[in-house]
């Protein structure tokens, strides 16, 4: 297929006014590190510095945890409709300074402006939305007639949806009456510390939110603090695995989203052209920087053949380069780290047998690049078949009867999300109940809503994120 050709058409990123060096956000105010250390926060599609940005050290995860406790006492004693006029505050100026978040967005983390602008910012402004309209009617969390918030929440969060992740993280807590001390993921803070001047904007109560970056031993001293109450973290199976130890015996509560190693499983009765477009969503979106990722295709064994190379038609039309081009349709690696993640792990493809197909796209010169690439003839043993890559790489397998996809689908150490593509709906209600998924979805992909639980089955994790589930992860009451 002739690729259509578009002028260059770049997103001004004069909206944005970075200030050269960032402080830590803390009781209200933007502050100097206590160690005076900071470090560049880097545009990953051009190595360029954005901005110097604060090293919180644990001295300052104190100052933090203090600011957060003493502001507790008045924001969990204020009446539920009182604080919902905050975080209905918040998401309004989110919504008015969406493109301002979405070009940051998009600097700081590399994916493309049309996911900036349509998917992160909006539903960041919709969890704000939702958990505002639940702050005055706890009682109906399903946690008896009287829920209590649990007190100060630290938040450790990655850096695939840097704003999203702050907003599933700090609305709820917020509405149930918490107070929090965020940490940012190291290569992404700039659009949290966006996110304090909104805190500003909308007069939230100094301490209520506190933002602290820094690396992984800042995310370390959150979790160790013993004034912190409740954990909430996303990111990696391993660092996960570590804050359970960390927590475990202490009072704190935990929530942990994990990793996830999904399966798209197209059936033989499915739109081929649909599903072709789900699968190309499900796994080069965000440049496949999603842990819900469908990183496996699960392909019916009679139209795997026709299936493939319409795909591989398909990945030819995508547009990958500049991230702030709004044709743009992957972007850039989020670092160089993971970039050598996603090679290495592409290399054992290959070395292990499977063969490796990348769409024909010239890459930029400088950043971190890695284009979209398609693995047929996996086998179930192969690393790109078991670990999560984290990356645009989808590896295929087939199957011949449902129970054959279950098994295959289920085979795996995660089990955060899966999508099923048929017509039949008997097949999609068959799979769904047998599939150890926390979300699946079926002849779509990738479909996120506030009001919609989303959370992992084994080592994906434990706890829901969205709805009335992801507010009960911020309360105690008689039914907890
Ligand atoms: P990561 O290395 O686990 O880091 C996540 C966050 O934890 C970062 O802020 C990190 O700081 C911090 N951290 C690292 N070590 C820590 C420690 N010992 N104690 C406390 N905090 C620590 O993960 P990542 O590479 O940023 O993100 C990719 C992973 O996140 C993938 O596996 C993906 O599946 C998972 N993820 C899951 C979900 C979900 O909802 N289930 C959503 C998005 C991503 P630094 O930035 O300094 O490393
Ligand atoms: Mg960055």
Known sequence: MARIEYAPAPESRSVV?????????????????????????????????????SEGSAADVDLAVRAARRAFTRWSRMPGAERAKYLYRIARILQERAREFAVLETLDNGKPIKESRDTDI??????????????????????????????????????????????????PALAGGNTVVLKP???????????????????????VVNIVTGHNDTGAAVVAHKGVDKIAFTGSTAVGRRIAEAVAGTHKRVTLELGGKGANIVFADAAIDQAVEGVVHGIYFNQGHVCCAGSRLLVQESIAEEFVARLKRRMGTLRVGDPLDKNTDVGAINSSMQLARISELADSGVAEGATMWQADCALPSRGFWFAPTLFTDVAQSHRIAREEIFGPVLSTLTFRTPSEAIEKANNTQYGLAAGIWTEKGSLILKMANELRAGVVWANTYNKFDPA?????????????????????????????
């Open 185 to 207: 993921a190291q290569t992404t803070p700039l659009t949290a510390l966006l996110f304090a001047e909104v805190c500003q904007q909308a007069d939230l109560p100094a301490g």
């Open 17 to 53: 006014h970075l200030r050269p060096s960032y402080g830590l956000f803390i009781d209200g105010e933007f502050v100097e590190p206590t160690l005076g250390e900071h470090y560049t926060s880097v545009n990953p599609a051009d190595e360029t510095a954005l901005a110097e940005v």
């Open 452 to 480: 919609s639980p989303f959370g992992g089955y084994k080592e994906s994790g434990y706890g829901r994120e969205g709805g009335r589930q992801g507010l009960a992860a911020y309360l105690e009451g008689d039914r907890a």
């Open 122 to 171: 909006p539903l960041a402004a919709a969890w704000f939305f939702h958990y505002a309209g639940w702050a005055d009617k706890l009682e109906y969390a399903g946690l008896g007639p009287d829920p209590r918030p649990l007190g100060v929440a630290g938040q450790v969060i990655p850096w695939n949806f840097p704003m999203l992740m702050l907003a599933w993280k700090v609305a």
